[in-house]
């Protein structure tokens, strides 16, 4: 009986860290670009400095939760799209409240975390359908119904995305630029913020509880659904190459705030070293 519910855990395990592994990893890593990046800004030109992409990026972050809570039957409480408030460093929020006996909505609460995420990269990769070069036959590497996507489909995604940032030809483009700008937009914003975060382990637990049971009983009748459960990433294939997509222009946009604002912050370093002597 001990060994049985061991290889339920280990099941359930392999199934949540295959199928949503991706999406916690990136999220991380996004945060804490996302994090360094506003303290970048908020260093050299102040507070304001990010609201460039905010006015854009925030609103869309939001408006994410909102459909997702809707999605999953909660009530929508207060809606604030675009608040900038430099006291507590919100952006905007959006309330909700669901019934704790619900497992449906207890379960949403995952997903409307995580939902900026889902919608921000849905919208990229709308908008790179239609705006960048050969945008219809962008994402074929990635499209693999049939099985699940391959290392090599997303490198042959990435290299493609980078051919069309380095080709001269797309420089002429105002399509490109505001992809480029609006990509900025979103992945400086996407990431899910503390609260949502909060909200996301606590849908998740009652994913994996759900997910335990049902390994459960499949694995009591000699039935083991791992590969019917990892089977579903064939059909994230757009989304993780848009999300690779996101952290790298997250980590450009990093990189490009450090270079610019480098040499400013050591100018002001300078002459307030003056001052004081």
């Known amino acids: 009986m001990k060994l049985f519910f061991f290889n339920v855990i280990g099941t359930t395990v392999i199934q949540i860290v295959g199928l949503l592994g991706t999406f916690f990893f990136i999220g991380f890593l996004l945060s804490k670009i996302q994090e360094r990046t506003q303290q970048a800004y908020r260093a050299v030109v102040g507070w304001k ?110 290299r493609h995305i980078l051919a069309i940032f380095f080709d001269p030809a797309s420089l002429t483009r105002w399509h490109f630029w505001l992809f480029l700008y609006v990509s900025f937009c979103v992945a400086t914003h996407i990431a899910p913020s503390k609260e949502d975060r909060s909200n996301m382990w606590k849908g998740l637990g009652w994913i994996i509880v759900l997910l335990f049971f049902i390994n459960m009983i499949t694995l009591l009748f000699g039935q083991d659904i791992t590969t019917r459960v990892l089977a579903l990433r064939a059909y994230t294939g757009i989304m993780i190459g848009m999300f690779v997509y996101t952290l790298f222009i997250a980590l450009f946009h990093f990189l490009l705030v450090w270079c610019v604002f480098a040499p400013i912050r050591l100018i002001q370093r300078k002459r307030h070293k003056r001052i004081v002597l």
Request: charged share 10%; net charge neutral.
């Open 49 to 158: 400095g990010i609201l460039w992409t905010a006015w854009f990026g925030t609103p869309l972050h939001e408006f994410g939760h909102i459909i997702f809570a809707k999605i999953f039957r909660h009530r929508v409480e207060e809606i604030s799209l675009f608040r900038p408030n430099k006291t507590t460093g919100t952006l905007g929020h959006v309330s909700h409240s669901y019934n704790p006996k619900s497992l449906y909505q207890q379960i949403g609460n995952f997903f409307i975390g995580g939902a900026p995420m889902i919608f921000g990269v849905l919208l990229l990769s709308f908008l790179g359908y239609i705006l960048l070069p050969d945008g219809k036959t962008l994402f074929s590497p990635l499209v693999a119904i049939d099985e699940p996507m391959t290392v090599a489909a997303l490198f042959l995604f990435i």
